[in-house]
């Protein structure tokens, strides 16, 4: 089986006739905000297990932006035993769209979004300090630089970890 893109508009023509909407981001972005009806799958998850079994008649996957799952179609396909969709433009596509969101502003950042805050504002520190204080600022730039890079070759983000057992991500809904 093949899948096919679909907009927002034919997505939710689609529900109203029996399809599942199911969502594959992580859990920390599905909690901060997330279609609602749509049941929580991270791809992570698929992958290695697939979807249960449904009596839905087809199923209309979607990530963030549509990048995901259009990068993750062939897994995807294989998930579902009915006509499988993707959702084009992902959630920022349904906003876009005028269509609602159930929305958590209590819920935390995600994780992803909260390193980028973290690594660039102490690059930026780094540079601002070496520039105003002392050339040797400029090693905590560097540093990071470096410890993005291990995270990218690795898959280990140190900085992540970190966040992760901050007080305001211990309580994140799953």
Avoid at 55 to 69: D, E, L, P, Q
Avoid at 123 to 142: D, E, F, K, Q, R
Wanted: with cysteine; glycine share 12%; hydrophobic share 45%.
């Amino acid at each position: 089986m093949s899948s096919k893109t679909v907009t927002p508009q034919t997505a939710q023509e689609l529900l109203a006739k029996g399809a599942v909407l199911v969502d594959i981001r992580g859990a920390d972005e599905y909690a901060r905000e997330h279609i609602a009806g749509a049941q929580h799958m991270p791809m992570e998850q698929l992958s290695s297990k697939g979807m249960p079994s449904s009596a839905a008649n087809a199923v209309i996957f979607h990530c963030s932006s549509g990048n995901r799952t259009m990068m993750n179609a062939n897994v995807l396909d294989n998930c579902a035993t009915c006509e499988v969709y993707i959702l084009e433009g992902g959630l920022d596509g349904w906003r876009k769209a005028g269509l609602p969101v159930v929305k958590d502003a209590k819920q935390p950042l995600e994780l992803q979004r909260q390193v980028q805050i973290g690594a660039g504002s102490m690059i930026l520190l780094g540079v601002i300090l070496g520039a105003t204080v002392a050339p040797g600022w400029y090693v905590l730039s560097g540093f990071v630089g470096a410890g993005l890079i291990m995270a990218g070759v690795t898959g280990f983000c140190g900085l992540a970890r970190v966040l992760m057992a901050m007080p305001w991500n211990k309580n994140m809904a799953k």
